[in-house]
C-alpha cells in the first residue's frame, strides 16, 4: 500500500538556521515524490519533484531509495519559509496517478 | 501559470441539504481531477479520482451515494455534498493534472463547508 510519513508536526527553528523536515514512504513500485507547500490562507502549491533534481527557494530534497525517504532540507532557514509542508507520493498510472500525502508538518522559523 | 479556481470559498448550508462545490481549470484541460478532504493542520485525505466523461472512482471508505462527482467537460468538475451533516463539515480541496506536457498538478483555493 501506499503511504507517506511526516514524522513531525511541527518544526520550530530559528532564522538561519538549518532545517530538515523528514518524509518516509512505502511504495512498491518506483515513486514520484513531491514536496508541497501551503503558506497561511494561500492554496497548496508545488515546491520541488524529485525527478527535477531543483533547488527551488533554497529547498532541495534528495531521494533515497535504500531509506526510502524524500527529506527535505535547507541550510539557512528564512523567516518567509514558515508555512506547512507536505510531502507526495504519485503511484503509477495503473493506480490512476492519485497523488497521496503526508500529515504535513508544519514550519515555524523565529526571527 | 495554470490557475484552478474552486468556488465557492466556504459556504454555510442546514443538516440535511446539498451543497455544489465547483472546480475549474482557467486555462488547461484537465481529464483528470482529485477532489481532497482537510481537517485543520491535517493531511489532505484523497475522496476520489473524477475523470471526464466516466465515473468517479473513490477511495475506500468515501460514501459515493454522499459525495456525488461529475466531470462533464475537460475543464469543470462538481463534488455535490447530498444531505449534509455536521461531520461532513470540512476543507475540501480540488486539484486538476493538467492533459499535456509533464502533467503538473494544481491545487485550488479550497471551500470551507460548515453544515449547521
Known amino acids: 500500500a501506499q503511504r507517506v510519513t511526516q514524522p513531525e508536526k511541527l518544526l520550530s527553528v530559528f532564522k538561519g538556521a538549518p532545517v530538515e523536515l523528514k518524509c518516509n514512504y512505502s511504495y512498491s513500485g518506483s515513486p514520484e515524490l513531491f514536496w508541497y507547500v501551503q503558506y497561511s490562507r494561500q492554496r497548496l502549491q508545488l515546491l520541488l519533484r524529485?525527478?527535477s533534481r531543483e533547488s527551488i527557494k533554497g529547498f532541495t530534497a534528495d531521494l533515497n531509495k535504500g531509506e526510502t525517504s524524500f527529506h527535505l532540507k535547507k541550510p539557512f532557514a528564512q523567516e518567509e519559509d514558515s508555512a506547512m509542508y507536505y510531502c507526495a507520493l504519485r503511484g503509477g498510472w495503473n493506480q490512476g496517478g492519485k497523488l497521496i500525502f503526508g500529515q504535513g508538518t508544519e514550519l515555524s522559523v523565529k526571527p | 501559470g495554470a490557475v484552478v479556481s474552486q468556488h465557492p470559498s466556504w459556504v454555510i448550508c442546514k443538516s440535511g441539504t446539498s451543497v455544489k462545490i465547483e472546480c475549474r481549470s482557467l486555462d488547461f484541460q484537465a481529464t483528470t481531477m482529485f477532489w481532497y478532504r482537510q481537517f485543520p493542520k491535517q493531511s489532505l485525505m484523497l475522496m476520489a479520482t473524477s475523470n471526464e466523461g466516466s465515473k468517479a472512482t473513490y477511495e475506500q471508505g468515501v460514501e459515493k451515494d454522499k459525495f456525488l462527482i461529475n466531470h462533464a467537460s475537460l475543464t469543470l468538475s462538481t463534488l455535490t455534498v447530498t444531505s449534509a451533516h455536521p461531520e461532513d463539515s470540512s476543507f475540501y480541496i480540488c486539484s486538476a493534472r493538467e492533459d499535456r506536457g509533464n502533467e503538473k498538478l494544481f491545487f485550488g483555493s479550497g471551500t470551507q463547508l460548515s453544515v449547521l
Open positions: 524529485h525527478i
